[in-house]
């Protein structure tokens, strides 16, 4: 077996050549197995061990066994004991899911502190079956029946192409010791039903049913792999990215027959769970919104919105004093005077510095604002009705700021000048305000 899982890291993860490996190691069957596989193919390792205190004298029993067979042959190893039942109390976890959260978060600690390139996991296929059974029980899509990825980021799986059959044969020929888990043994968990129940049923009703497997699990992860071709490519055609936001045409996208599907794709790695509010979405009003803990996608008129929610700036209020020349936060604005006007742009004004107040104030616009819009002879106009007018969206409106003279409007900057404040024949002393 030491030559095929050569030939297989070769073939599909050759970078783990010549790199530091941290291996994650229980004392089990099969992480025994992974060590000694990769001690004999003569890779630069080290061994992680967690202790999550759960069974007791077992637990430290697991722990010498590690400590002494890394001492034996010279393996640097790194051990850590968790107060497991705690950590899970404390944040409403099963244990399962603290143990799990309490090791991964320690392997990524080492990993950086120590300087290795990957962490080594023993999963094999048995474990990939039990994962697509657990996910096929509870209902999932295509990626949830493509089972245990081999790389998760720097997390690497080298032995998921072997069987409990083949580490167990291995194990028995190299005459490898290891440590019994006994809640292994134990239907408490769902993972052990199936390992106990479902799977022998499985395997007397097709005694090549791990081969069966593994092809279903190839075609799925080549199925997975179009679905991913196919959600970049009518992404190109469907979405656009303006200003940090994503906006998604909904006239196009209702021309998918499975729109719903791409939207899946798309959103799932912001965090979006909500997928029936999701696609409710697309027909219902504007102004409607689906949230994150970090994102936020918005229903505005013929488009969907995916936004970040960002933080509160540090000061919600900022003012530019007299004959002050640039402004860097929270907009890049250009002031000074000048003998004339030139053609004037949403991003350029023109005023009659004669009529300021200074300080000028910069803040978020409020409502029941109201200015006198240029180009509308005097006529005041709530900034609200404004925005409902121009068509602006609720992202946009949330990141408009007002350029303010006193309690008057000088500026919706980068949409509309206030007509109070416009340069005439008479203007003496002439302001340009740029946003750049």
Request: aromatic share 12%; glycine share 4%; hydrophobic share 40%.
């Given at each position: 077996?030491?030559?095929?899982?050569?030939?297989?890291?070769?073939?599909?993860?050759?970078?783990?050549?010549?790199?530091?490996?941290?291996?994650?190691?229980?004392?089990?069957?099969?992480?025994?197995?992974?060590?000694?596989?990769?001690?004999?193919?003569?890779?630069?390792?080290?061994?992680?061990?967690?202790?999550?205190?759960?069974?007791?004298?077992?637990?430290?029993?697991?722990?010498?066994?590690?400590?002494?067979?890394?001492?034996?042959?010279?393996?640097?190893?790194?051990?850590?004991?968790?107060?497991?039942?705690?950590?899970?109390?404390?944040?409403?976890?099963?244990?399962?899911?603290?143990?799990?959260?309490?090791?991964?978060?320690?392997?990524?600690?080492?990993?950086?502190?120590?300087?290795?390139?990957?962490?080594?996991?023993?999963?094999?296929?048995?474990?990939?079956?039990?994962?697509?059974?657990?996910?096929?029980?509870?209902?999932?899509?295509?990626?949830?029946?493509?089972?245990?990825?081999?790389?998760?980021?720097?997390?690497?799986?080298?032995?998921?192409?072997?069987?409990?059959?083949?580490?167990?044969?291995?194990?028995?020929?190299?005459?490898?010791?290891?440590?019994?888990?006994?809640?292994?043994?134990?239907?408490?968990?769902?993972?052990?039903?199936?390992?106990?129940?479902?799977?022998?049923?499985?395997?007397?009703?097709?005694?090549?049913?791990?081969?069966?497997?593994?092809?279903?699990?190839?075609?799925?992860?080549?199925?997975?792999?179009?679905?991913?071709?196919?959600?970049?490519?009518?992404?190109?055609?469907?979405?656009?990215?303006?200003?940090?936001?994503?906006?998604?045409?909904?006239?196009?996208?209702?021309?998918?027959?499975?729109?719903?599907?791409?939207?899946?794709?798309?959103?799932?790695?912001?965090?979006?769970?909500?997928?029936?509010?999701?696609?409710?979405?697309?027909?219902?009003?504007?102004?409607?919104?689906?949230?994150?803990?970090?994102?936020?996608?918005?229903?505005?008129?013929?488009?969907?919105?995916?936004?970040?929610?960002?933080?509160?700036?540090?000061?919600?209020?900022?003012?530019?004093?007299?004959?002050?020349?640039?402004?860097?936060?929270?907009?890049?604005?250009?002031?000074?005077?000048?003998?004339?006007?030139?053609?004037?742009?949403?991003?350029?004004?023109?005023?009659?510095?004669?009529?300021?107040?200074?300080?000028?104030?910069?803040?978020?616009?409020k409502t029941g604002d109201v200015f006198m819009p240029f180009g509308m002879n005097g006529k005041s106009k709530k900034v609200s009705k404004f925005f409902k007018d121009e068509k602006i969206s609720l992202i946009e409106k949330e990141n408009t700021w007002i350029l303010c003279s006193g309690d008057q409007i000088v500026w919706v900057v980068g949409m509309r000048a206030d007509n109070r404040f416009k340069t005439v024949n008479t203007t003496k002393n002439i302001l340009r305000i740029e946003l750049i």
């Amino acid at each position: 077996m030491k030559n095929t899982l050569q030939k297989h890291i070769e073939k599909e993860i050759p970078f783990l050549n010549k790199k530091r490996l941290l291996l994650a190691v229980s004392g089990g069957l099969d992480s025994m197995v992974l060590l000694h596989l990769f001690q004999e193919l003569g890779f630069d390792i080290a061994i992680a061990h967690c202790n999550f205190q759960l069974r007791g004298m077992e637990s430290f029993g697991d722990q010498k066994f590690i400590q002494e067979y890394a001492d034996a042959n010279k393996i640097p190893i790194y051990v850590t004991q968790f107060d497991t039942e705690g950590f899970a109390k404390d944040y409403k976890l099963s244990t399962q899911v603290a143990a799990r959260e309490l090791r991964y978060n320690w392997f990524y600690e080492l990993l950086e502190e120590e300087k290795f390139d990957y962490l080594l996991t023993a999963h094999h296929a048995d474990d990939n079956l039990e994962t697509f059974l657990i996910n096929f029980t509870r209902g999932t899509g295509l990626e949830g029946l493509t089972g245990i990825p081999v790389q998760n980021d720097k997390i690497i799986r080298p032995l998921l192409f072997l069987t409990r059959n083949d580490i167990d044969n291995y194990a028995k020929e190299h005459h490898i010791q290891w440590r019994e888990d006994s809640s292994n043994a134990s239907d408490k968990y769902v993972r052990n039903k199936i390992r106990h129940h479902l799977i022998p049923i499985l395997k007397e009703l097709n005694p090549n049913f791990m081969t069966s497997f593994l092809k279903t699990e190839s075609y799925l992860r080549q199925s997975q792999c179009m679905a991913d071709d196919a959600a970049i490519m009518v992404y190109q055609q469907v979405a656009h990215e303006v200003g940090g936001q994503i906006h998604f045409d909904l006239n196009k996208l209702l021309q998918l027959s499975n729109y719903q599907s791409y939207l899946y794709q798309w959103l799932k790695d912001f965090g979006f769970t909500a997928w029936d509010d999701i696609y409710d979405l697309v027909n219902s009003q504007s102004g409607k919104q689906v949230f994150t803990t970090e994102y936020r996608l918005l229903k505005d008129r013929d488009s969907l919105i995916v936004s970040s929610l960002g933080h509160d700036e540090i000061a919600k209020e900022f003012y530019i004093e007299e004959n002050q020349a640039e402004v860097k936060i929270p907009l890049n604005f250009s002031l000074c005077k000048v003998d004339d006007i030139s053609v004037g742009s949403n991003k350029t004004i023109f005023v009659d510095e004669d009529q300021l107040v200074f300080p000028l104030l910069l803040r978020k616009w409020k409502t029941g604002d109201v200015f006198m819009p240029f180009g509308m002879n005097g006529k005041s106009k709530k900034v609200s009705k404004f925005f409902k007018d121009e068509k602006i969206s609720l992202i946009e409106k949330e990141n408009t700021w007002i350029l303010c003279s006193g309690d008057q409007i000088v500026w919706v900057v980068g949409m509309r000048a206030d007509n109070r404040f416009k340069t005439v024949n008479t203007t003496k002393n002439i302001l340009r305000i740029e946003l750049i």
